[in-house]
């Protein structure tokens, strides 16, 4: 059974730092697209960032260009979400998603195309 668990929300000033974890375990192999999204209260769930598997190709949303980061550590296979210079913006539940497909192939894929998701965590920009 596959599981997704992300963690490290929090509530930030503006400007500030955050780094999202989100660790997937149940796979029978690390051959699987990670995809981070976020969803604020209101509005749909947005593609944030993606890495593909195998060749580590990375893709950003527009809004989140030069601000964050995605990373993944095989070892423990586990993706990071490195978040800098926060806007109030950036509010939202941010969710991890898995699967094995052919995903992140050309940009941030739709959310429907992940089956694999986690619980959420939130993360608050305010003063």
């Known amino acids: 059974q596959v599981q997704v668990v992300e963690s490290g929300g929090g509530l930030v000033q503006p400007g500030g730092s955050l780094r999202l974890s989100c660790s997937v375990s149940?796979?029978?192999?690390?051959?699987?697209?990670i995809g981070w999204f976020r969803q604020a209260p209101g509005k749909e769930r947005e593609g944030v960032s993606c890495?593909?598997?195998?060749?580590?190709?990375?893709y950003y949303t527009e809004s989140v260009k030069g601000r964050f980061t995605i990373s993944r550590e095989h070892a423990d296979n586990t993706v990071y979400l490195q978040m800098n210079s926060l806007k109030p913006e950036d509010t939202a539940v941010y969710y991890c998603?898995?699967?094995?497909?052919?995903?992140?192939?050309?940009?941030?894929?739709?959310?429907?195309?992940?089956?694999?998701w986690g619980q959420g965590t939130q993360v608050t920009i305010s003063s």
């Open positions: 149940g796979f029978t192999s690390d051959y699987y697209a």
């Open positions: 890495i593909r598997p195998g060749d580590g190709i990375k």
């Open positions: 998603a898995a699967d094995p497909g052919r995903l992140c192939v050309v940009g941030v894929s739709p959310a429907s195309l992940y089956d694999h």
